[in-house]
């Protein structure tokens, strides 16, 4: 059973400060990793995707990949009252299965 | 029009209903989602569909039945529904499989 594991949450942050969010998967093969923001009652929303080792930057946000540790994270620095939301890691399998695997999310609280 | 949209959004039916979900795309994509999202549940895929074509059927009851006449346009039929069938539904879209998704606002369905 392919599976991608996230805390559950919620992480409380107080505002200004580094939210770190942080994922783990089972698929030593997955080549592509999503992160997605849900608001509640929303739809999730993509906001970064990242497919090589390292990090990537976009504004405010950072995604950290490291395959042979199978973990990927996501840095939102200078936390806003609005990030606060449950966010979705998601991975693809590999073996040609053409779907994405998501994690039950982590709850992220900011507060001012 | 822009992006995935999803009608309706908000759907209450008996168990004896026969209804339709409806999703469109205007992303210019060739593959297709649903999804069931449940109260404190992850997201659970339920039929993938690649250039009209269904390459995933996530072990759904016969009560769902979906369908795909072309690559912009996916309908999720619902019929003898049960109330733990209450959920958000989402639609999604991607370039080709396993890709990027994006995702519609959802219907919001309850079962009575």
């Known amino acids: 059973q392919k599976e991608v594991e996230q805390n559950s949450g919620p992480l409380s942050v107080p505002e200004g400060a580094i939210a770190s969010l942080n994922c783990t998967y089972s698929?030593?093969?997955?080549?592509?990793f999503f992160w997605y923001r849900q608001y509640s009652g929303k739809s999730p929303e993509l906001i970064m995707s990242?497919?090589?080792?390292g990090d990537k930057e976009d504004g405010r946000f950072t995604a950290q990949l490291n395959k042979a540790s199978q973990y990927v994270s996501l840095l939102i620095r200078d936390s806003q009252p609005s990030d606060s939301a449950t966010y979705l890691c998601a991975v693809n399998l590999s073996g040609g299965y053409n779907k994405l695997i998501f994690g039950a999310g982590t709850r992220l609280a900011v507060h001012p | 029009e822009t992006g995935v949209t999803q009608t309706p959004r908000h759907l209450v039916m008996g168990m004896t209903n026969k209804k339709s979900l409806k999703c469109e795309q205007h992303?210019?994509?060739?593959?297709m989602y649903w999804y069931k999202q449940s109260a404190k549940k992850p997201l659970e895929l339920m039929f993938v569909y690649n250039f009209k074509e269904q390459t995933e059927n996530n072990s759904v009851p016969s009560r769902f039945s979906p369908e795909c006449p072309n690559s912009s346009h996916l309908f999720l039929h619902l019929h003898t529904l049960q109330p733990e069938d209450s959920a958000l539904y989402l639609c999604?879209?991607?370039?080709?499989?396993?890709?990027?998704?994006?995702f519609g606002p959802g219907t919001r369905l309850t079962v009575l």
């Open positions: 999604a879209s991607s370039q080709v499989a396993a890709d990027t998704q994006y």
């Open positions: 698929d030593r093969g997955s080549q592509s």
């Open positions: 992303l210019g994509h060739n593959a």
């Open positions: 990242i497919y090589s080792n």
